[in-house]
């Protein structure tokens, strides 16, 4: 009886390590896509906050406006910030892509290492697994 005990906390021991390399690329994954989608949040968050802090500084230049060159000034300067934004937009949107491109080749990484790693434990299975007819 005890033996069966030993041999049976033995598998269970195994088992449990097996288990926690399966799980490893998993968190990995995990770990990079919460870290992705906090980068993503602070790149929209950022935008937002400027997006905002731009639209509250022409309408204080639109309540200023008092002439015909006050006028000139304000749609100059809404020119500008027009064109401020769209290359803020076109920034962050190349600060998304970089995320997703790196998110996706350190996935690949990962899961290239894995296959490796479980080739031979794959292989040895496949060898040792009774024949079905």
Do not use: C, W
């Not at 088992?15 to 390399?21: A, L, P, R």
């Not at 399966?22 to 992705?36: G, H, Q, S, T």
């Not at 997006?51 to 022409?58: D, F, I, M, N, P």
């Not at 937009?89 to 998304?96: G, L």
């Amino acid at each position: 009886m005890m033996r069966r005990n030993i041999h049976l906390n033995e598998e269970i021991s195994t088992m449990n390590v097996q288990t926690g390399k399966y799980f490893e690329p998993v968190r990995e994954i995990n770990a990079l896509a919460l870290e992705n989608v906090e980068k993503l949040l602070e790149i929209q968050l950022q935008s937002i906050n400027d997006t905002a802090r731009l639209s509250v500084e022409q309408m204080k230049s639109a309540a200023d406006i008092k002439d015909a060159d006050g006028l000139k000034k304000y749609f100059t300067e809404q020119a500008e910030t027009v064109k401020a934004l769209g290359e803020r937009f076109i920034k962050d949107s190349q600060a998304a892509l970089e995320l997703g491109v790196s998110y996706t080749d350190k996935v690949q990484q990962i899961v290239s290492e894995t296959i490796k790693q479980d080739a031979p434990v794959t292989a040895t299975a496949a060898k040792t697994a009774p024949k079905t007819k």
